[in-house]
Structures are given as structure tokens and as C-alpha cells.
């Protein structure tokens, strides 16, 4: 058995070719279709037909979805999805077996299944890219919520005090672009010559500047965490995402999350911070295990 596995997001759109077992035989990556739906639904039809014998497509995409119907509520980074039967525009153009889901959704199908949170019963998974992906894992199953939208955590409140803008959600304010935006304006450079390996070079040796803007990438970071796990009770957080992958990121998380503990006048329950095994493969990985649950 092969089926096509496809990640969306407001960027790139990456595919794999994989079996049962997550054996890749064909991979690739082009930029994600920005003019509409129409243009993306084409997209991964020139793909699907440039594989050879695949029995379907798993598709990992951002927003709300309905994965029953095939319809995504919501588009998240991609707006023109917004209200949009996606499957059934898809099968017209590739004619076999399709199952969508969102993306975070699937991150979490993919460390619940075979991946970090493949031996916990309840869990938590958070991504760090454009914006901020969540998902939660209650009794090894996903949980979608009624509205398919739990875990969604980039649209949670910072401050109810100021207008219900894009600055006042967590996952416009700190998702990657703004952790690279604070270290720019803090070094007055240009933003387009900062990435992550810049700012986690500059902390490993010590840099002032870096060391601080981690330190407050971290901290609001954490109390989000310490939110939600007063409120979830789950035994482990998986973190992805590009910064997930430098330990100075997960050892400065780890210890922003303790202080809050150790400052918290109440003995509360604490979770588990561990590492994504599959990065930026968890979402095609975790689409292939939800095809496979509709399918077999």
C-alpha cells in the first residue's frame, strides 16, 4: 500500500509518498498557491498524478476541519479556504480515497501514534512555525472538540484590555516571525538576515541580546503553558517546531515553566516538557495515520 501524504501551510506545500510502516519513497516541496482555492486544489492534482500507484492522499492542512465532510470551517493561514468542501473538491480533480485534517491535529496523531506521546494516555502537543499549532490527546485518541477546533491555542487572548487584534493572540504574538522580529529590532538589523541559528548561536555564546530575547520568547511561552495545563491536567507536552530543535530552547522553556511553579503560592500538577520526534515529518506523518484509521 502507498498513499500520497500532503502538509499545507501559508508557505510550502511538501509531499511524500509513504506505505503503512512510514517508509518514504518519493518526496518533494514547492511553494504553497496564494492566488486561491482553486489553484491549490490544481496543485496537488499535478502532483498526484506524477506518483505512481497510490491507493489515496492524506492531506495536512491549517484551520478548522471537519474531517467527517471533508470541509474546512475555517482556512487559518490560508483565508480563502475559509467555508470550502475541500474534499470534494479534491476527489473531482484525483479520483480515489482522500481524508483531510488539520495540521496541528495530525502533528499530534503522529506523536501519539508512534512519536513522543506514543506511551502517554494524555498529552498535549505544541507547534512553533508561523503561528502556534495545538492539539490534545485524551485517552490516546485525538480530541477535536465539538466544533473540531480544541487545541487551537494561537487564538488565545493575551490582554483583554486591548482590541482583539492580531498583536492580542497568542499565535500572531509569538509565533516564530516575532521571536526573529524582537532579536532584529534589539540588534538593529534587517530582519530578512535573522533565523533561528543565528539568534541560537548568539545565545550559546552568550550574547546579551539573545540571552534576553529568549528568555522573554520563553517566559510568555511558558505561562501559556501553565494555563493550559491547569486547566487540561495532561501528563506531557510535546513541543515542535523549528525552535524545539536547539536545546537551549527547551532547557530555557523547562526552566521559565519551573520558576512559575516554584512562584505559584499553590502545589499544583506539572507536565512533562519533551522534544517532537518527527518535526517537520509530524504532519505527514500524523496525516498518514489518520488516513489509515478512515481507511482500514
Not at 106 to 120: F, I, K, P, Q, W
Not at 221 to 250: C, H, R, Y
Amino acid at each position: 500500500m502507498k498513499v500520497l501524504t500532503v502538509d499545507i501551510d501559508g508557505t510550502f506545500l511538501r509531499y511524500a509518498c509513504m506505505d503503512e510502516f512510514m517508509n518514504i519513497s518519493r518526496r518533494g516541496e514547492i511553494f504553497t498557491p496564494q492566488d486561491g482555492r482553486e489553484q491549490l486544489i490544481e496543485a496537488v492534482g499535478r502532483i498526484f498524478e506524477a506518483v505512481d500507484d497510490v491507493q489515496g492522499i492524506a492531506v495536512s492542512m491549517p484551520g478548522i476541519i471537519d474531517s467527517a465532510r471533508g470541509y474546512c470551517a475555517m482556512g487559518g493561514a490560508l483565508r480563502y479556504n475559509d467555508d470550502f468542501y475541500f474534499r470534494d473538491s479534491l476527489i473531482k480533480r484525483c479520483e480515489t480515497k482522500i481524508h483531510v485534517e488539520n495540521n496541528a491535529k495530525c502533528s499530534a496523531m503522529a506523536e501519539a501514534a508512534v512519536g513522543s506521546l506514543s506511551d502517554v494516555a494524555d498529552g498535549f502537543v505544541l507547534i512553533f512555525s508561523t503561528m502556534i499549532g495545538g492539539a490534545l490527546i485524551r485517552d490516546h485518541k485525538l480530541y477535536k472538540g465539538k466544533h473540531f477546533a480544541a487545541g487551537e491555542v494561537s487564538y488565545i487572548i493575551l490582554n483583554s484590555a486591548n482590541n482583539l487584534g492580531d498583536e492580542n493572540l497568542f499565535g500572531r504574538s509569538f509565533g516564530v516571525p516575532k521571536f526573529l522580529q524582537r532579536y532584529a529590532d534589539a540588534k538593529n538589523m534587517d530582519i530578512e538576515t535573522v533565523d533561528l541559528l543565528t539568534i541560537f548561536d548568539a545565545v550559546n555564546h552568550g550574547e546579551a541580546e539573545a540571552v534576553n530575547c529568549l528568555d522573554w520568547y520563553t517566559k510568555q511561552i511558558a505561562a501559556q503553558i501553565f494555563n493550559l495545563q491547569t486547566i487540561l491536567d495532561v501528563e506531557t507536552f510535546s513541543i515542535g517546531g523549528e525552535p524545539a530543535k536547539f536545546p537551549a530552547f527547551m532547557t530555557n522553556l523547562r526552566g521559565q515553566l519551573q520558576n512559575f511553579y516554584d512562584e505559584c503560592p499553590f502545589k499544583l500538577p506539572q507536565a512533562e516538557l519533551v522534544t517532537s520526534k518527527f518535526f517537520n515529518d509530524a504532519n505527514l506523518i500524523g496525516a498518514l495515520q489518520c488516513w489509515l484509521t478512515a481507511n482500514i
